[in-house]
């Protein structure tokens, strides 16, 4: 099974900060896809195939990463983007999640 | 649009069968492509994905619950299913079903809270 570590765990950035999470494969793996998840709401998807900005989601999230390093970047931080952030693989079985990074505004 | 909703019974014993059906609308699993992936999320914890089903019936699970899961659907009736034996307090999480195109989760249902309790 392929391990997702993120970092942070928990995070505050004030508004017009850029933000970055990281997430770390235990095995390298070919894409990543990041979800960002609001409280008390299903996660919704931010990115996939690793840079690719999902439908509708604001140009100011990026990816980026290879084999085992991976980032998810808010360029500049918006009280709305405060959430719980998941990066998530399926390279290989299991399809596997990171435990979370929580982003708080300051 | 895609829509997808979950329903289940809420509150079960442990060592019961939960039963859970996802009915969806905006696209068919018959379509060369589409999946449809189940996910849970224990209060406060993160997500931990469970089993997928696909439009040629493929199937996949989650090893650590494998022998626990079934997976199925039922594509005239825009529904996919999840059966999952023998409960115990652990399997108590919110439920999600999502569309799977590739190897993510693009429409996801708004989720069913399960509760296993004696």
């Known amino acids: 099974e392929i391990v997702l570590t993120q970092s942070p765990t928990t995070t505050a950035a004030s508004p017009g900060e850029k933000v970055t999470i990281t997430c770390l494969a235990s095995?390298?793996?070919?894409?990543m896809y990041w979800y960002q998840q609001k409280s008390g709401a299903s996660p919704k998807l931010l990115i996939y195939s690793t840079s690719s900005l999902a439908s509708g989601v604001p140009d100011r999230f990026s990816g980026s990463g290879s084999g085992t390093s991976y980032s998810l970047t808010i360029n500049t931080m918006e009280a709305e983007d405060a959430a719980t952030y998941y990066c998530?693989?399926?390279?290989?079985?299991?399809?596997?999640f990171g435990s979370g990074t929580k982003l708080e505004i300051k | 649009q895609v829509t997808l909703k979950e329903s289940g019974p809420g509150i079960l014993q442990p060592s019961q069968t939960l039963s859970l059906t996802c009915t969806f609308s905006?696209?068919?699993?018959?379509?060369?492509?589409?999946?449809v992936g189940w996910i849970r999320q224990p209060s406060g914890k993160g997500l931990e994905w469970l089993a997928n089903i696909w439009w040629d019936d493929d199937k996949y699970y989650n090893p650590s619950l494998k022998n626990r899961l079934t997976i199925s659907k039922d594509t005239s009736n825009n529904q996919a299913f999840l059966k999952i034996t023998n409960v115990d307090t652990a399997d108590t999480a919110t439920y999600y079903c999502a569309r799977q195109t590739g190897s993510s989760f693009d429409y996801w249902g708004q989720g069913v809270m399960v509760t296993v309790s004696s």
């Open positions: 905006g696209f068919s699993l018959s379509t060369y492509g589409m999946g």
């Open positions: 998530q693989q399926w390279s290989s079985n299991p399809l596997t």
């Open positions: 095995s390298s793996v070919s894409n």
